[in-house]
Nanobody, 128 residues
Framework: QLQLVESGGGLVQPGGSLRLSCTAS?????????IGWFRQAPGKEREGVSC????????YYADSVKGRFTISRDNAKNTVFLQMNSLKPEDTAVYYC????????????????????WGQGTQVTVSS
């Protein structure tokens, strides 16, 4: 069974950077069609931030993070990263990584309802 553990969250000033890590154990990430990063702010629904498939190269970024966030992976470490630059207060949320086992039938591959393996989340707070 896959276990996902996020790390790297914290408190950062606006304009700053953080790199989140999602380390998998129990199963290789290559087994899964896609890995995604999601976030949930207080009182808001969970939203897809960035999702990537190493099987067919599909890549998704939410409009709100395009040009600022970058998703990447290290196969040797079974880890996926989310580099977050130029952070804004509205990026404050709990960030989760999740795995999607098979290609979705929807055009949007970064819908949280599609993903069924989740980490526990890491808090990101952007504030001066």
């Amino acid at each position: 069974q896959l276990q996902l553990v996020e790390s790297g969250g914290g408190l950062v000033q606006p304009g700053g950077s953080l790199r989140l890590s999602c380390t998998a154990s129990g199963r290789g990430l290559d087994f899964y069609y896609a890995i995604g990063w999601f976030r949930q702010a207080p009182g808001k629904e969970r939203e897809g931030v960035s999702c990537f498939s190493s099987h067919d190269g599909r890549l998704y970024y939410a409009d709100s993070v395009k040009g600022r966030f970058t998703i990447s992976r290290d196969n040797a470490k079974n880890t996926v990263f989310l580099q977050m630059n130029s952070l804004k207060p509205e990026d404050t949320a709990v960030y989760y990584c999740a795995a999607l086992p098979s290609p979705p039938t929807t055009q949007n591959m970064c819908l949280s309802s599609l993903y069924d393996e989740w980490g526990q989340g890491t808090q990101v707070t952007v504030s001066s």
